[in-house]
Structure formats: C-alpha cells, structure tokens
C-alpha cells in the first residue's frame, strides 16, 4: 500500500466550533492509528473573524504542514474565499450549498488587501466575484465539490428522530461537516463517534445528541456521495500515543518536575499553560500526601515575575510563563534574578512582534531579546525546544539547570508549537530527573554566608525559613552576605563568581542537550526551535529526491555551544540559516560565535509557520546553486 | 527564644542622614520582631528601593532588597510559598504608591496575610528631592525647580478603596505607638497596610518634625505648639468590623474614609480600618487546595532521590487515543 498523507482543513467564524470539529476530526483519524498534526490559525479575535484548523493526515510521523489542501470543509463563504485557491487540483471542496451566490462584498471580515487580491484573482479567470465563482475557478482545475445543505440534513434528522430542537442546532453543522469528510474518506464510524464522545465528555446529553447526528451524516455521505479520491484506512494502533497539544507538554513537565509556584499575566498563546496548571492544581505524590502547585494571577508581568523570584527565595521550583510583550516586562526583574543567583524558569512562548504585533501568529522573534534582556552583565540559560515532546523533558532540564546553577533559564518556545495537535508517544516521566543543586535543606554552621566562594563559583543555598541560613539580597552589588558593597575588588570577585557559571554550564551540560546532530553533509541546515519539524519533513523530500542535506538543531542558545557547534561543522561546504524571524537573530549568533559566516538564510515572517514543501523547494534551489542569499518564505493565509 | 531587640540589628554601618525618621520606624520593626519573639529564620523583611530600600539589611532576619516598586511582588510570592513566614515589606511613598501603586492595589485586592510600611515623606530623598506623590498640591521643597504641580495621592484612602484589611497610620518619632502598631498589624490575618509618616529632614522642608509638633501653630494662650499628630484611639474611634454585615462594612470603610481626609491642622494617627472577617488569600486558597497550608510550595517533597515522585499519569491517560 502506497503511503497516506493529505491535509483536512475546516474553516469557520472565530467561535464557531471550528476547533472542536478539528479536534474530533484529529482524533478519529487518530484513533485509526494514523498519525497527526494538526495546527489552529486565528485573529485576534473572539467572535467573528475567521479560523481555521488544518490537519494533516498520514501513516507515517508528520512534524508539519504543507502548502496546500486535499480536502478543504466550509460552511461558511470566508473559508471557501478565503482556501479554495489552495486546495490541490486533485482534491476536493466540501461546502454548505446555500452559499453559492454570496458576493465577496457581503462577506465584512475579508479585509481589503485580501479582497483586492481574491477579486483580481477571479476576473483573471473571467468569474464572477461570488461563491461560486471561486468554487467554479476551482473545478476547472480539476478540484471535486461536494456541495451540503446542513439546513437540510438537521431538519431530516430533526424529522427523523422526533427531536424538533435539532432542526435549528446550526451549531452542530461542525460534527456535520466532520463526519461527512470521515465518510468521504473511507475511514470507519466507530473511531468518529468514540471521538465526538470524547470531546463532548463533560456533558453526556450534548454528547449523545452530537453522536446521533455524527452518525446520521456519516451514513448519508456514504450513501449519497461517490467515494473521494484519496482513501483513508486504520492502520495497525501503537500502544501509548496521545493526541496533545503543544502547550500541555510544558504544563506537564512543570508538574512532573516539582514546579509548585506559577505566576502569570493573560497573554496568548501562554497562559493556556497557567489555565492548564490551575486546571490540576492538586497533583498526587508516590507514597505521599498530596501536592499542589500554587498558580497566581498577577496584575502584570511584571508583578508574575517578582512573585516568581519571592517564591523560589523559599526553595520551591518556580516559574512564569509569557510570551513577548510580557517578557519585554520582565527585564529588569530578569536582571535581579541574575544578580542574585536566584533559580527560576521563565518558558518563553514567542509570537510575532514588535509590540504587539501578530498578537496570534507564529514567530520566533524574541530569541536576540532573550539572550540579553535586563541591562548589565549577568549569567543566564537560553534554551529551545523543537516540538511537543522536546518541550517535556526540557522543561525538566531547565529546572535543572535553574538549579544547579542558581541562574535564571529561559525556555524557549512559540506559538507554532503551543497550538499544535500532534499523535506523539506518551510522556516518561521516569526519563526526568531532578537535580536541585546546592540547595540546602538543613544548616549547623553558625556564619553561612550565602555567596561565599566555592571553586565552582556555586555557593550552596540557603532558603527563607531555614535556621542559621539567614541571608540578604539586594539589586546592588553586594558581598558574601548580600549586604551592599560598593568595592572594586569584591566587585570583581562576585561578577566573575557569577560569569563562570556560564563555562560551567558549557563543560556539564551533555553535548546531546546543547545540540542535536541529524547529520551532517556538504550543506548543512542549522536551526532552533519549532523550524525542526518542517525541516526534518523537508529532509525526507529532499532525501526522496536525491538532494543530501545536514541538519543541526541548537537547543541551549546561550551559553553558545561554540567548541561543540565548531566540530560539527568541520567538512560542512555550506551552512543554511533557517528561523522564523526577519533578522535571522541565530544566524547573528553563529556569525559572532563560529569562525565562518552563514552563506544562505532562509526566513520566515508571515506569522505563519513553515510548510515542509516551501522548505524542500526553498533548500533545493540553494543546493542546485539557484539561490539568493536569502530568501522569503511565504505560504499561508 | 529570642527576644532581645539587639538580636534582630546588623552590624551593618547605617548611611541614613543624621536625624532622619527612618531610624525610628527600624527600631520600632525591630522592637515588634522581638516583643512577639518571632525567630529570627522565620522572619523576612522585603525592601523596595529608596532610602527606605536599606532598611532589609539593618535586619537580622532573612531580607531581600528589591527592585524599585516591586516589594509587593516579590514579598507576596515569598509569603503564599511559604506561609509559615513572617512577612513585612517596607518601601518608600514613590515606591509604593508611584511606580509600584499598581502593585498596591493589585496586593489589597489579594489581601495576602503580610504586612506593609510606607515610609511616607513626600519626597524622593535618594535622588535628591523630586516631588513624590504624597506631597501636596502647589507645595516647593527645597530642592524642587518649581511648586508641585500634581495632587496628592491619599495612601490611607487608596489603601481602603484597594481592599487592605487593616489600615493605620503611624508617626516616625513616636516608636512605641509605631511599634504596637506594627504588632497588630503582623497578628492581623490579611494584608495590613501602616501609613508612616516619616520627615525627612534633608530634602522636606515643609512636613518637618517641628511642622507635625504644631511649632508654627501656637496657642497664644498657653504659649505652647498645637501638635498636628493625635491618635484615634484617644478620640473614642473604633475601626473594628464587629460582625459580618455589608452595612457594618460600609460604616467603618466611610469613617475611615472620612477620618484620611484629616490633613493641615489635625492628621489623626492610629488603626483607621480593621477587619478581621474578611478572609485572607491562604484562607480563600484553602477551599481549593486543602492542604494547602500543612503543604505549601516550599516544603512540598518532589523527589527521591534524583526521581520524581509527581504522579502524572491520570494527565497522561486522559491524552491518550
């Protein structure tokens, strides 16, 4: 059997379930044992302006999106406008029938930059600016519609079932559409209903209701509609795999790791994380009373961040979570942290600034910002997670390294990955460790002093409450007690102190957790972050090919791994910057740190996360020596 | 125990200027600390930065000098991880109630059990005498270019509208009555706010200590100051919330209202509002977290060894497919 991958998009008003229906689409196809990823685009926005959820479908592990649809579900006019262009000349356009004379001008959400480019699109094509003549420029490229009248399927079921409240349930047009693409494409019902059961859980009477109805519009897309194209089928189930989305696995390595303190400001897309936490705010402990985790709504981040340090004064495993706007807040904070060895883990889910930006939209824009945040001189982690799984365990290994280096740790993550839905292998938590350091639990010398000198430049530490551990901290430079002192030498001495930290880190920390080596060959991709699963997918095209490319993924950015990203390299003809900003703010590293400079940039600004495809097509170009220095990447709505 | 005050004093050189207010309201923290023999390791004195900012390190208590503004933040976070802790934030006026009064309000609406001092002088001493926002509307002191050109902020008022659940006044030359205040305020379960006057004498000309004596007001009969400074509780005043009744409650809040008003010729010292019915945040926490207090954050076990001991695996069962 020839293997499957296609791309599943559902559009909607803000509000209109459009997740939801992408969320028991994903676990249907899931539940049949294929693999998932899935991502959620949407404005800022409550109600109202478009969404929609794209999931890609395969039986082998996709870390990405592709330009492009196979099957793309609309069942109102914005989604259809909006898609239909994208949708492949082989797939197919499931839509609500009632649409069709629906004029670009009375859909008030296009914008005008959009509109203009829509209409002069259609009288290219000699269409009318409606509906349908953007589903008709469609089918002339060969594109198949499956026109639905959801009105009509509620009111037979309405009928049938003796149920006149479902007749005006437009709200379940969703698990409508859902089940009818389940049915187009030749997957079985039961997955679906388990899966319509499973995210309606919390109210058996609704769940029953979206059941019956998935049920009924699953029999009558195989009754009334020719099978599409492409066919779906269960493959053989692996044993533990989760449908997760990409915030949860910060959230749960914050659990599973002793974080007990959390405090935030809204922001999207990172307090879902702290709603999460809240969520499952008493955690059960082995062979002991129960735990919690304190999570604390403050008045801003910068309150989120003070309450962080005041808490991990005490000796709990702290942290905060935001994302740009917020971390901007926290710099000076930041800097106290540093000045006074206090631990903390600060999980950084970027997004596209500057200022505000493209409040919902992907970027990784803050890793230059990250890196020297707060004024003056002071030691710090910088570390990046790739993807869902990576950003579990390396939660763990921040807190880590919070402790035993008493700094403060960034983790770096991004709105790519916060909302993304992926099949990934359930969590271990017997694969984490806790290290805490030279955190003390008990004191008998009388004069501790909490920054005397020890060889590694880490003293041990103290905690509020602990007897014969008093100790002072202050912004100010101070001396081993933490009592202010203005005096070069102690003032040497403790900026040295603290900076060594950072040679430390370097010589500890495995070079597996400073970088990951895919392999290495005359071009080589270097990245951070959430450009890995394009890229890996991009490799195996480009592989299928006959293209052969490296690719090293950084994870600690700062300390840079130079010695060790150095060695890589060696043999490499040509390095390739690929990140999601418009600086290349890594690229900027490597230039500073490596004895070479970056020879091709390949960047992304839309807000929009890479495609696998614009990648291939994007690294071929340089490797056939078509290339500009740098280029653009586009794609996406 | 300990309870000698001399225990709870560094030997750190004190820089403050010479007859600043600022050394009573240390000595009344100090005499507090000691009369309630509260030990030494488990109290923790949070200090804003200003002048005021020092106090931390005149403490022989775990003290954390903080960032200007945010002594509420970080105290707050030391206070709901461990409980267990004394905790008293100190900080200036500008501190508190200018770049920090975000904090301040955020805080009164928290009503975390903790205590705060505002060494209030109306002016920014550390930077050489700007105008703070306590002084009054139109005043110049010394070093000011020109009068003041913003209102005053009222501390004892925001502190009532923000939530505070005590509420008091204190006078930095009168250290007994500061220090029994400072007691009430720590025995007070919630957030307890004092209001310290406290003339600087370098940079206010105006609110000096001879100004709150009355020496510029004297009664032509006796021939003698009329002080500015009383005390409530010599009035016959009650703060006290005695039972829970949203017309109680109102009562008090408006007395206590009215009474911050008093400025100029009278400036009342004393408990302004107390109200020991609210609930403090430990105890609002409490309904969603049983153990809460048996278990804070700071002394929760997460491990054995280097293994965690969380369990997450209902988390990870539900996120199964």
């Given at each position: 059997m020839s293997s499957i991958d296609l791309t599943w998009v559902i559009g909607g008003p803000q509000g209109g379930g459009v997740e939801t229906a992408a969320n028991i689409f994903a676990g249907a196809c899931a539940g049949c044992g294929l693999k998932v990823f899935g991502k959620r685009e949407f404005y800022s926005n409550i109600k109202g302006e478009h969404s929609y959820f794209g999931v890609r479908i395969s039986d082998k592990i996709v870390r990405s999106n592709v330009s492009g649809i196979t099957m793309l579900v609309g069942f109102d006019a914005e989604t259809i406008f909006r898609h239909a262009d994208a949708v492949f000349d082989d797939g197919a356009i499931v839509y609500e029938s009632d649409l069709s004379a629906i004029k670009t001008d009375e859909v008030h959400t296009l914008d005008a930059q959009f509109k203009k480019r829509l209409e002069t699109y259609l009288s290219s094509k000699n269409k009318p600016f409606t509906i349908q003549g953007a589903l008709d420029t469609a089918k002339e490229r060969g594109v198949t519609l499956y026109p639905v009248s959801f009105k009509e399927i509620l009111g037979n079921l309405s009928d049938e079932t003796n149920n006149p409240k479902l007749r005006g349930m437009f709200r379940m047009q969703n698990v409508l559409a859902v089940s009818i693409s389940i049915g187009l494409l030749g997957l079985p019902p039961e997955t679906l209903l388990k899966s319509v059961g499973s995210v309606f859980s919390r109210k058996a009477e609704i769940a029953e209701m979206n059941k019956t109805a998935a049920n009924y519009a699953y029999n009558f897309s195989t009754v009334k509609y020719s099978k599409f194209k492409y066919q779906l089928s269960p493959i053989p189930k692996e044993d533990h795999i989760m449908l997760a989305q990409g915030f949860q696995s910060t959230?749960?390595?914050?659990?599973?790791?002793?974080?007990?303190?959390?405090?935030?400001?809204?922001?999207?897309?990172?307090?879902?994380?702290?709603?999460?936490?809240?969520?499952?705010?008493?955690?059960?402990?082995?062979?002991?009373?129960?735990?919690?985790?304190?999570?604390?709504?403050?008045?801003?981040?910068?309150?989120?961040?003070?309450?962080?340090?005041?808490?991990?004064?005490?000796?709990?495993?702290?942290?905060?979570?935001?994302?740009?706007?917020?971390?901007?807040?926290?710099?000076?904070?930041?800097?106290?942290?540093?000045?006074?060895?206090?631990?903390?883990?600060?999980?950084?889910?970027?997004?596209?600034?500057?200022?505000?930006?493209?409040?919902?939209?992907?970027?990784?824009?803050?890793?230059?910002?990250?890196?020297?945040?707060?004024?003056?001189?002071?030691?710090?982690?910088?570390?990046?997670?790739?993807?869902?799984?990576?950003?579990?365990?390396?939660?763990?290994?921040?807190?880590?390294?919070?402790?035993?280096?008493?700094?403060?740790?960034?983790?770096?993550?991004?709105?790519?990955?916060?909302?993304?839905?992926?099949?990934?292998?359930?969590?271990?938590?017997?694969?984490?460790?806790?290290?805490?350091?030279?955190?003390l639990e008990k004191i008998d010398e009388p004069d501790y002093k909490r920054f005397?000198?020890?060889?590694?430049?880490?003293?041990?530490?103290?905690?509020?409450?602990?007897?014969?551990?008093?100790?002072?901290?202050?912004?100010?430079?101070?001396?081993?007690?933490?009592?202010?002192?203005?005096?070069?030498?102690?003032?040497?001495?403790?900026?040295?102190?603290?900076?060594?930290?950072?040679e430390l880190a370097l010589e500890q920390i495995p070079k597996e957790d400073q970088a990951i080596n895919y392999g290495i060959s005359d071009y080589c991709i270097l990245s951070w972050g959430s450009t890995k699963g394009p890229i890996l997918d991009a490799i195996e095209m480009l592989n299928k090919a006959g293209y052969k490319v490296g690719f090293i993924q950084i994870k600690m950015l700062h300390p840079f791994p130079t010695k060790y990203v150095q060695s890589l390299l060696t043999g490499v003809k040509k390095i390739i910057d690929i990140e999601a900003n418009q600086y290349g703010q890594m690229g900027s590293l490597l230039n500073e740190y490596l004895d070479r400079k970056v020879d091709y940039y390949i960047l992304k600004y839309t807000g929009r996360p890479m495609t696998c495809d614009e990648l291939f097509d994007s690294i071929k170009k340089i490797i056939d020596n078509k290339a500009e220095k740098k280029q653009v990447l586009k794609y996406g709505v | 125990m300990v309870s000698n005050v001399a225990d709870y004093k560094t030997e750190v050189h004190n820089d403050w200027c010479p007859g600043c207010g600022d050394f009573g309201i240390v000595s009344a923290i100090q005499m507090a600390m000691a009369e309630m023999e509260i030990p030494r390791h488990k109290a923790a004195i949070f200090s804003g930065v200003g002048c005021s900012g020092k106090t931390s390190h005149y403490l022989n208590v775990y003290g954390i000098h903080t960032l200007h503004g945010r002594v509420l933040p970080f105290s707050q976070g030391a206070k709901l991880a461990n409980p267990e802790m004394t905790v008293v934030a100190v900080g200036g006026d500008g501190d508190g109630l200018g770049?920090?009064?975000?904090?301040?309000?955020?805080?009164?609406?928290?009503?975390?059990?903790?205590?705060?001092?505002?060494?209030?002088?109306?002016?920014?001493?550390?930077?050489?005498?700007?105008?703070?926002?306590?002084?009054?509307?139109?005043?110049?002191?010394?070093?000011?270019?020109?009068?003041?050109?913003?209102?005053?902020?009222?501390?004892?008022?925001?502190?009532?509208?923000?939530?505070?659940?005590?509420?008091?006044?204190?006078?930095?030359?009168?250290?007994?009555?500061?220090?029994?205040?400072?007691?009430?305020?720590?025995?007070?379960?919630?957030?307890?706010?004092?209001?310290?006057?406290?003339?600087?004498?370098?940079?206010?000309?105006?609110?000096?200590?001879?100004?709150?004596?009355?020496?510029d007001n004297i009664d032509e009969m006796t021939n003698r100051p009329r002080p500015r400074i009383y005390k409530l509780e010599d009035t016959g005043y009650d703060p006290i919330v005695h039972i829970d009744s949203p017309e109680e409650e109102n009562e008090k809040l408006t007395q206590a209202l009215i009474k911050s008003n008093e400025w100029d010729s009278k400036i009342p010292t004393g408990i302004f509002y107390q109200n020991d019915i609210a609930q403090s945040y430990d105890q609002r926490m409490l309904e969603r977290i049983p153990n809460y207090l048996e278990n804070p954050p700071a002394y929760q076990i997460i491990s054995e060894g280097s293994k965690s001991i969380s369990d997450i695996s209902k988390m990870l069962d539900k996120l199964e497919i």
């Open positions: 959230s749960l390595g914050k659990i599973a790791c002793g974080c007990r303190f959390q405090s935030y400001y809204p922001i999207t897309p990172a307090s879902d994380e702290s709603v999460f936490l809240e969520s499952n705010e008493i955690i059960e402990v082995e062979n002991n009373r129960p735990g919690s985790t304190l999570v604390v709504q403050t008045e801003d981040e910068i309150s989120a961040i003070g309450m962080v340090i005041g808490a991990s004064l005490t000796g709990a495993r702290s942290s905060t979570s935001t994302s740009g706007p917020g971390f901007s807040l926290m710099a000076e904070a930041l800097g106290w942290a540093g000045i006074n060895e206090v631990p903390l883990v600060l999980t950084l889910y970027q997004r596209s600034g500057p200022s505000t930006g493209l409040p919902t939209r992907h970027g990784q824009d803050d890793l230059q910002f990250a890196i020297h945040a707060g004024h003056g001189d002071f030691p710090r982690i910088v570390y990046a997670s790739g993807d869902t799984e990576e950003g579990f365990y390396d939660t763990a290994k921040c807190f880590n390294f919070a402790d035993i280096y008493q700094i403060p740790v960034i983790h770096m993550m991004d709105k790519f990955i916060a909302s993304t839905v992926s099949t990934v292998k359930r969590f271990d938590p017997t694969k984490i460790t806790i290290e805490r350091g030279k955190l005397r000198p020890s060889p590694d430049g880490v003293s041990p530490r103290s905690r509020l409450g602990l007897e014969n551990g008093i100790f002072w901290n202050t912004g100010d430079e101070s001396d081993e007690s933490g009592h202010i002192s203005e005096d070069p030498e102690n003032r040497i001495y403790k900026m040295d102190k603290r900076e060594h930290k950072m | 770049i920090g009064a975000g904090h301040f309000v955020a805080a009164g609406r928290r009503n975390v059990d903790m205590t705060y001092l505002i060494f209030n002088n109306g002016v920014y001493g550390l930077t050489k005498g700007q105008a703070s926002p306590t002084l009054k509307l139109g005043l110049k002191t010394k070093s000011l270019p020109e009068p003041n050109v913003n209102q005053s902020v009222n501390p004892i008022a925001l502190a009532i509208a923000s939530g505070f659940t005590f509420v008091a006044r204190g006078y930095a030359y009168d250290v007994r009555q500061l220090k029994d205040l400072i007691i009430a305020g720590i025995k007070h379960r919630g957030l307890s706010f004092l209001d310290v006057l406290q003339p600087c004498p370098t940079y206010n000309d105006i609110n000096t200590r001879d100004w709150f004596s009355g020496m």
